[in-house]
């Protein structure tokens, strides 16, 4: 049998200053080699001083008083942080004997980064794979899953058409050699970013503002990136987690499932890995919001100079954002006038990727525009990041509500042959602190078995 290269724990992934040093050195000289296996060894935040890899925005971009702190996405091997959930979810299923490398083809469903993710990491790891995803994403999202060796099996539609990826998915699983690193409802998703990405938001507001969280803000596909609030809560009670989703396709907050153009959210379900309790609030973010932002940031600079944007700092921010971390940054500007923070207060957020797969996105945008000068993209500075206001925040911290988002659970998640009874367990803290606890019994798992 193929031996397992295997990576990182939970741990290190959190802190890869616990990496053997040797394997840890080895690994960042690996980044200049995307291929080389030791690259599962650079899966985390941080940067090779073991800093968080974020942009604290230019006030002058957002124009609130608040400190929004974005963590950079595009950093990580296959340039997005879905790598992470990606690999969590496989070595699990390595190490409970579960998914067995020259038995097992592992099944990716996904709209971009996830089946991007999952063929990378198989790559690295191993596996065949096939990665189930919308037929009308972006193309540079197709290219790079191919380029990594995995095939596609392409569903109907767009991001907003994800549940077709998943009854698919349920199909392919009947064969018994198909295992699937099932995003939207297995555990390892929450665990990655609860512990990692919660843990290192903590870590990226020290020495900025108050060095507190007061708000906590990302737009959910799978919902596995809403998980570092929960860690986020438990270090600073405080703070409020905040939903994103699209305007025309809001499911959370009204039930709405129209379409939209906002890749990796708003995928017409409350997925299962969600933790609806410490949902605090939902805000709708408009899709052109997220497209024209995007178009601002990376050709907009010499816009943003004359707004006051210091030209380093414009310049460097021209790759580091896709459309749904300009809905993010969006997210944050509207809570941040909302609570009526302050300037020692942080709202933290996400950048998913960077700019690379969204080329398509702006030529697209073009077309439909027909002019995008800077007179017009002045304009849309203003319109997207000083403008946005208060309007379609959505307070859900009531039992009523909370039981709003659990009756689209079920409703989602009932026909996958998932059990009321399972159902119901989630409506207890304890059953997310269980799952969060397991960590410790993979890692300990991850490390014997990387011995033998």
């Known amino acids: 049998m193929t031996k397992i290269p295997f990576g990182p724990t939970y741990e290190e992934m959190l802190y890869p200053s616990r990496i053997d040093s040797s394997t840890r050195k080895k690994a960042l000289d690996a980044k200049q080699d995307e291929l080389n296996p ?64 020259g038995v097992h083809t592992i099944l990716g469903p996904s709209t971009g980064n996830f089946g991007i993710g999952v063929s990378y990491i198989c790559n690295l790891m191993k596996y065949d794979s ?69 843990g290192s938001a903590v870590e990226a507001v020290k020495g900025v503002g108050n060095s507190r969280i007061a708000c906590y803000c990302s737009a959910p596909g799978s919902a596995g990136t809403l998980a570092a609030g929960d860690h986020i ?15 025309e396709c809001s499911t959370l907050s009204s039930g709405g499932k129209g379409q939209h153009r906002i890749e990796g959210i708003g995928d017409k379900m409350c997925t299962l890995i969600h933790n609806v309790l410490n949902t605090d609030f939902i805000a709708l973010i408009k899709d ?28 460097s921010m021209k790759e580091l954002f896709g459309v749904s971390g300009i809905c993010n940054i969006i997210g944050a500007i509207k809570m941040a006038k909302y609570l009526r923070l302050g300037p020692d207060d942080n709202v933290v957020t996400i950048a998913t990727d960077g700019f690379d797969r969204y080329e398509s996105v702006l030529e697209d945008l ?28 959505f307070d859900y911290r009531t039992k009523e509500q909370k039981e709003k988002l659990f009756k689209q659970k079920e409703h989602d998640w009932i026909k996958f042959g998932y059990s009321q009874d399972y159902l119901d367990a989630m409506k207890s803290p304890d059953f997310w ?16 078995l990387r011995k033998e």
């Open 38 to 101: 030791l690259n599962l060894f650079n899966i985390n935040w941080k940067d090779e001083s073991n800093q968080v890899h974020k942009i604290v925005l230019p006030k002058e971009l957002t124009g609130v008083e608040a400190n929004i702190v974005v963590l950079l996405g595009k950093y990580f091997p296959s340039g997005s942080h879905k790598v992470g959930p990606a690999y969590s979810t496989l070595i699990e299923g390595c190490v409970d004997g579960e998914i067995l490398p």
């Open 130 to 198: 096939i990665v189930i995803m919308p037929d009308n994403m972006s193309k540079e999202r197709y290219d790079r899953i191919r380029r990594y060796g995995a095939k596609l099996d392409l569903t109907p539609g767009t991001e907003s058409d994800v549940i077709l990826t998943l009854e698919r998915t349920f199909e392919l699983k009947k064969d018994p050699k198909n295992r699937s690193l099932a995003q939207f409802e297995l555990m390892p998703n929450y665990r990655f970013h609860r512990h990692v990405t919660g």
């Open 233 to 247: 809560k438990s270090v600073f009670p405080e703070a409020k987690v905040v939903a994103l989703e699209p305007y």
């Open 288 to 315: 052109d919001d997220s497209v024209r932002g995007l178009k601002v940031i990376h050709d907009g600079e010499k816009v943003l100079v004359e707004n006051g944007v210091d030209p380093e700092v414009a310049s």
């Open 366 to 393: 073009e077309r439909r525009y027909l002019e995008t000068e800077d007179f017009v993209l002045k304009r849309w500075f203003v319109d997207v990041f000083r403008r946005n206001g208060i309007e379609d925040i």
């Open 433 to 448: 602190d269980n799952e969060y606890d397991k960590i410790h019994h993979y890692d300990q798992l991850i490390q014997k």
